[in-house]
Antibody
């Protein structure tokens, strides 16, 4: 059974870069079957998709974050990562990584079926 | 971006009730619609994918229907463990977008 686990700093200062890592266990990230993504949830609010990538392809980003977000894959460590630059208090949220199954070119056709437990990130000086 | 609007934003129900949640898309998304359940302090859990397909291992009291711009999630015979917040999410065109959520509370 595949599992995902987020890791990273719980506190980041304004204007700095937030680095998060998602470690995949119980299976390989280097599979054509799945895409790997990041989603966040500000306190008491709804879900916001950040971006999604494939081990052999280019990532897709939410245009609302374009220019600040980078998602990459490290197949040697079976991990994928998120970097969010120039953070502000509005970036305070629980950050989740998740797996998506694709079909017919729709990389989220089967939904996000495996999630990490989430990691809380606070942006504050 | 495709806007996803859920209604109601909250509801109160009793164990054994049938509950229906609606999700409307700002443009047609075919059947590219997923439903999630989220409990406090936990990650979302996929319930339904592609509008009407029950995720493996989940009870059959959960069902989804709809296509185009209007979708519904139905929970038949609500159980104590079903009190949670439910989100819809479109997977038709990036950016992926979620509905605002429907909180199902105990009456």
């Amino acid at each position: 059974q595949m599992q995902l686990q987020e890791s990273g700093p719980g506190l980041v200062k304004p204007s700095e870069t937030l680095p998060l890592t998602c470690t995949v266990s119980g299976g390989s990230i280097s599979t054509s079957s799945f895409y790997w993504g990041w989603i966040r949830q500000p306190p008491g609010k709804g879900l916001e998709w950040i971006g999604t990538t494939h081990y052999s392809g280019s990532p897709y980003y939410n245009p609302s974050l374009t220019g600040r977000v980078t998602i990459s894959v490290d197949t040697s460590k079976n991990q994928f990562s998120l970097k969010l630059s120039s953070v502000t208090a509005a970036d305070t949220a629980v950050y989740y990584c998740a797996r998506s199954g694709h079909r017919d070119g729709f990389w989220n056709y089967y939904g996000m079926d495996v999630w990490g437990q989430g990691t809380t990130v606070t942006v504050s000086s | 971006d495709i806007q996803m609007t859920q209604s109601p934003s909250s509801l109160s129900a009793s164990v054994g009730d049938r509950v229906t949640i609606t999700c409307r898309a700002s443009q047609s998304i075919g059947n590219y619609l997923n439903w999630y359940q989220q409990k406090p302090g936990k990650a979302p859990n996929l319930l339904i994918y592609a509008a009407s397909n029950l995720q493996s291992g989940l009870p059959s009291r959960f069902s989804g229907s709809g296509s185009g711009t209007e979708f519904t999630l139905t929970v038949n015979s609500l159980q104590p463990e079903d009190f949670a917040t439910y989100f819809c999410q479109q997977s038709y065109i990036p950016p992926l977008t979620f509905g605002g959520g429907t909180k199902v509370e105990i009456k």
